[in-house]
């Protein structure tokens, strides 16, 4: 563990800037031959542009990367390829009706003299591929029949036939199980003794501890300090994570607390959250925070009648109620602004005014007739009370800055009254400055006797805005705060899986 | 046990189809073995085979043409049209015809990135009018007999057209198993993203398949044409339904497809027999079209096949 | 290029429509002196008042995300049912086939909404199984209408010197767009037909949108069929054949986004007089019919190109 190791990529100075947001400021890494670094952070701590960059997804604005010494340039993913850099991302890109062979030399199979594929080197390859990951696969099945585990393990197979010097890994163990981990791991420990760096991107501690020589710690977009990993404990990680000091983003105001509006017991899906239950009372803003992928979506989603739970009731105003279907939660008084604003809260195409009453019209409406003036006067009051930035009501959505695209969403559902609002993931992609606005808009529901959730991973927002905090951690619920003790080391450790209740 | 026997029914399913309708077909119909009525089955099967072959490599990328039917009128009235300069000369002639109308369904796929249905459903406007122009509304008797000698042409007593499906399946086989294209057909098919990142080129893949699909409709609508020695604008109005349909009974599923030629094969067999039975036992007319039509919707939703996205251009 | 921009978004926008079909207007008065009569200007009004109509329903589906190649095949079973019924009294006559109409379009909706399939595929599927209905259901033959003096009023008659066919076409423009414009129902097919995914997050119950906008679709081929039975007083199985070729290169034309979730009816009727025009314009100026398949073919392709760019642009 302790030879000297060569730089093998270095890292100089680079920033990257999305409009509103600064992703990277003036990063520098550096990676050795033959070593596991993680690289850690919150999200949008800026990890994932990192990845881009070096995989030649992304165009870094400033900073130079060097390569054994020799600067490169990473214009396209296929750059980096060729240079040995591998990406392997959570989606995963094997193709199902393709065998393992063929999947592990996309883009490089063994061709013979009369273009026709090599099978015979096609297939030696391939299993040579497969015994240096120790995978007693044989490379005829099609990868579509392979476990999730599997198939990702071919997909390291695929940068290892590729010739990777760097395999960048994202999230890796995101789908296995504790066995398949620790066949991922061992083949790991396999590539870096064979001089194959690797940078290992994840949330889990845990893991992190168990396989990586050194860690990075990003956050905001800064690197806040590479340890070696005997150097520091995981608290002293997480702090590196999250200690900054944390904003005032706004002055939560006083807001009187009453009776619980929804109450959810017992709540479970499989395989995707089990016995979730908690209370949201009226003026309360209950936050949810864990990783994401943790289920806290698909919670929301249920509770809001697009998925459906097996067990479990959900209920409003102390009755039970069955919710089968958006419309029913609607009714109920519940509205979600869900995580993906573009995918799933609007129609881009159509204009700021279809966009915000799509779904008030069923209420202003007499036989199906839509009442135009009381639509538009709704548009209206919202565009100024929520300060939405918009030339005209007839504007196209898609032109519109992801704040107010936001806010647009928001107005949808404040004009339906909801009693229980949720919000997933709401200031995603936003400037600072829509942020607060949203904030102020929580608050005032929250005055107004709203009961709220907020669906967050972002710590100094849930934490700022929220009066209890639950922490979600891979489908349970691992613990819940008030306010009086929120304390972000134990919230950060609790949301992944330190902590159980 | 019982899980390797549904996996046996999956995947080769047409092949069960196929001999239920064997079975059903001898019971049905008196003297069904008869060598005639087999022959002709078989060869009716076969000029619907090749065309599916084609049609099997556009679905493998997700696309699909719906101007078959009217290219193959198309071919047929080009031989006709060129059958003074010689056999040989027509035959490619027609070909390239039909495979030029391939080629500009392709082109403006890809590269305007229009949807691939559309495009091939103005197409078949446009080939219909063509058609009119060029036949005048009449159907043009070739009467070349050496021309018409082709069809009846056979190898060991198995008629030509058989033949011809046998060798173009296998070769199909041979390309999308053993060469760079077949394979990146696959990959574009399963996840254009990985496809793109590895440097494949989809404007020629697209191509590749549309010429492919032309190609086989040409060479499926010479064998006919040679069977009747004439062409009109309307000789292959059906075949665009009929070959959709193979494929969807084949197993062959949008983007990446389960293609499989063989399952493709018996899957045509299996619904000639119904069309067979349907014929011998003097089913009216119109129950045929009605029951070929409902297989189509049967099939799908057994299928669940058609659950693309309507827009599944490669752009 | 910020120039090129908005002349492009322009001709692109609905405003396209209207100059290109100003321009067809005045190349056609000049190669025919026969254009702007009386007579000419009243017989493509009534052609295009049965295509009109059924563009309106086929603008629904469009617009909804999806599209129905089968408008074609309902209209000539309904009809050949038209024809038949008359026999029982023109109430019957009309009210059979407008509800048969609408049950095939549902079905339609059913197997595109609810099942998911591609409507492309589905409704030439369905197409051929209408068609050998309406095979069937004739027999193959002619029908003539029984003579029913209200019932051939529709297609034959006349209000002020306004063929009643224009007058009904006028009347479900109107009853349209209202619809489309100012109903519940229709901004949520826009909905569906832009964003799926959204109208699902926004309570709205996608299938029901779907099989509604099909049936409508379908109802409107009934619609035509009428018309059509009624001025002739008989139909063959065929006559709707190639009919949902028109309708879509006219709506398209028009305006309506293949992807769906734009259009408008102001938009589908232009189209529909484009082509009405056009093909007017075929016989005025002794151009052999066929060579408007190749026209029209080439127009649609032309039309969706320019949305595609459109969508580039952006």
Known sequence: MNKAKNVILRVEGVSKTFPGVKALSELDLDILEGEVHAVVGENGAGKSTLMKILSGVYHKDAGRIFLFDKEIKLLSATDALKLGISCIYQELTIVPLLDVAKNLFIGNLPMNKARMINTRKL?????????????????????????????QMIEIGRAISRKARIIIMDEPTSSLTDKEKEILFGAIRHLSREGISIIYVSHKLEEIKEIADR???????????????????????????????????????????????????????????????????????????????????EIAETIFGILHAEKGKISINGKNVKIKNTADAIKQGICLVPEDRKLQGLVLKLSVLFNMSLVKIREINRFGHIDTRKEKDTAERFINSLSIKTPSLKQTVSNLSGGNQQKVVIAKWLS????????????????????????????????????????????PEIMGVCDRIITVFEGKLTASFERESFNSNSIMKASLGEGLL | MPKLLGKFL??????????????????????????????????????????????????????????????????????????????????????????LIGAINGFITTKLKINAFIVTFAMLGILKGLNLIISDGKSIFIGNDAFGKIFTLNLLGIPIVVVIFIIMALVAELILRYTKTGFEIYVVGGNIETAKLSGVNTFYVTMFCFAVSSFCVAIATILLTSRVNTATAVLGEKYTLLVITACVIGGVKFNGGYGNIFNTFFGVLAMQLVNNIM????????????????????????????????????? | MNKFYSIRKKIAGINGIIIALFFLILIVSIGSSKFLTTTNIMNVLRQTSTLGIMAFGAAFVMIGGNIDLSIGSILSLCALMACKLTAYGSAVAILVPLAVGFICGAFNGLLVGKFKFNPFITTLGTMAIFQALAFYYSDGAFLNASDNFFFSQIGKGFVYKIPIPVIILLFFFLVFSYILGKTVFGRQVFAVGGNPECARFSGINNTKITVLAFGLSGLCAALSALIFVSRQMAAQPQMGTGYEFDVIVAIVVGGVALSGGKGTIWGAILGVLFIGILKNAFILLGIPLNYQYVVMGVILIFAVGIDSLRKEVK
């Open chain 1, 123 to 151: 297939y030696q390859d391939a299993k040579k591929v497969l015994e240096t990951l120790k995978l007693d696969i044989s490379p005829n099945v099609l990868c579509g029949e392979l476990s999730i585990a599997n198939q």
């Open chain 1, 215 to 297: 860690i990075t710690i990003l956050r905001d977009g800064f690197k806040v300090k590479t340890v070696k990993n005997e150097e520091a404990t995981k608290e002293e990680i997480v702090e590196y994570m999250i200690g900054r000091k944390l904003d005032n983003y706004f002055i939560k105001k006083e807001v009187k607390i009453s009776d619980t509006v929804l109450k959810v017991e017992g709540l479970s899906k499989q395989n995707v959250f089990h016995d979730i239950s908690f209370e949201v009372r009226k003026g309360e803003v209950l936050g949810l925070f864990g990783l994401i992928g943790a289920g806290r979506s």
């Open chain 1, 416 to 459: 339906m009254e909801p009693k229980i609002f949720i919000l997933d993931e709401p200031t995603r992609g936003i400037d600072v400055g829509a942020k607060s606005e949203i904030y102020a808009i929580v608050n005032e529901l929250a005055q107004k006797g709203v009961g709220i959730m907020l669906i967050s991973s972002e710590l």
């Open chain 2, 10 to 99: 999956r995947d080769y399913n047409s092949l069960v189809l196929c001999l239920a309708m064997l079975i059903i077909s001898s019971i049905v119909i008196p003297n069904f073995i008869s060598s005639m009525n087999m022959i002709n089955i078989l060869v009716e099967t076969s000029i619907i085979g090749i065309m599916a072959i084609g049609m099997t490599f556009l679905l493998l990328i997700g696309l699909f043409d719906m101007s078959i039917g009217n290219q193959v009128s198309l071919v047929s009235l080009v031989v006709a049209l060129t059958i003074n300069f010689g056999i040989f000369p027509s035959i490619i002639l027609s070909i390239i015809a039909g495979m």
């Open chain 2, 279 to 315: 014929y011998m036992t003097n089913t009216s007319g119109y129950v045929q079209s009605l029951i070929n039509g409902m297989i189509l919707l049967i099939v799908l939703s057994v299928d669940k096949f058609a659950t693309i996205r309507r827009s599944s251009v490669l752009t």
